[in-house]
């Protein structure tokens, strides 16, 4: 396959948008957050694929340059099932599942179904802590923005973003950006709705039964409270021999930095035997 190949893949009714760079060297499938696309993984950095890794990120059901959700069904045991449909159509019998926020919750339902197609775990910012959201009305009202007027609708119900007043021009351009890269809004609403009223797992001592290499990136990000530090601490504290990294005090997000990041990831599958072949020690 060539390099950075994008592409279009049928998953029973619908249409995903995948990019895959085609290595020879062990796959690392990337799950992005509600309302992100596939770009908002590792942030255009190319490390992993360069490193030998054959990378693979696509746009979750509704999101991106995907299709809607037949039905418009956004469930976590939906989102599992695309993420193994994605594996299953491009030949992958197992992977590193790479997510974040809900692509991290997708990533550990999909570990605690099909052990066997997951090789290690990496849990980027999570939020979900194996329960429905306790904050429908702000997702019903982030959803209902969303669909009256696009990403202004958008921006306008999520109100002035939690930065310094010096930062928030910037920030907000930048959800503007993110929130503009979908090509079907509607559905992105739907998702808003259905994906929060989702449990992943059964509540966060199910993590327990992980049984895989898994690397937790937390953050101290304060302009970010759906995914507090405490939440990943959790996760590091039950997962079975898991690693948390922390950007410092002094740092910017180390999930918002895809350089920085991927070298993170990289480090940590040399340590658990999985680098690619001609980078092994």
């Known amino acids: 396959m060539a390099d950075d190949e994008h592409r279009t893949i049928r ?10 760079s085609g290595g020879d060297g ?9 309302t992100a696309t596939r770009r908002y993984v590792v942030h255009g950095s190319a490390l992993l694929a360069r490193g030998g890794y054959r990378t693979v990120m696509y746009d979750a059901r509704g999101h991106g340059d995907s299709a809607p959700a037949p039905r418009g069904d956004y469930g976590y045991d939906r989102l599992a099932g695309d993420a193994v449909g994605v594996m299953d159509t491009l030949g992958i019998e197992r992977a590193v599942l790479m997510g974040v926020s809900m692509g991290s919750a997708t990533a550990l339902r999909v570990a605690l179904e099909h052990p066997e197609r997951v090789a290690a775990l990496v849990i980027i910012t999570p939020a979900h802590r194996g329960a429905p959201s306790g904050n429908l009305d702000r997702w019903d009202a982030l959803a209902d923005g969303m669909e009256r007027s696009g990403a202004e609708g958008f921006l306008e119900a999520f109100g002035p973003p939690p930065v310094p007043d010096r930062m928030r021009d910037a920030v907000t351009t930048m ?11 509607a559905a992105v609403a739907d998702a808003l709705r259905g994906t929060p009223r989702s449990a992943a ?12 290499p898994t690397l937790v990136v937390g953050s101290r990000d304060a302009a970010d409270p759906e995914h507090p530090l405490s939440v990943s601490e959790e996760y590091a504290r039950v997962i079975p021999g898991a690693r948390l990294v922390v950007e410092g005090e002094d740092e ?14 990289a480090g940590f599958l040399e340590d658990a035997g999985l680098a690619p072949p001609d980078t092994e020690q």
């Open 252 to 265: 910017g997000p180390l999930a918002w930095r895809g350089g920085t990041l991927s070298r993170t990831v």
């Open 201 to 212: 797992f059964d509540g966060i001592a199910a993590l327990a039964a992980v049984g895989v």
């Open 175 to 185: 959800m503007r950006q993110r929130m503009g890269r979908h090509r079907h809004p």
């Open 11 to 20: 998953l029973g009714d619908m249409d995903v948008a995948v990019d895959d």
């Open 26 to 34: 062990p796959p690392i499938l990337m799950l992005h957050g509600l």
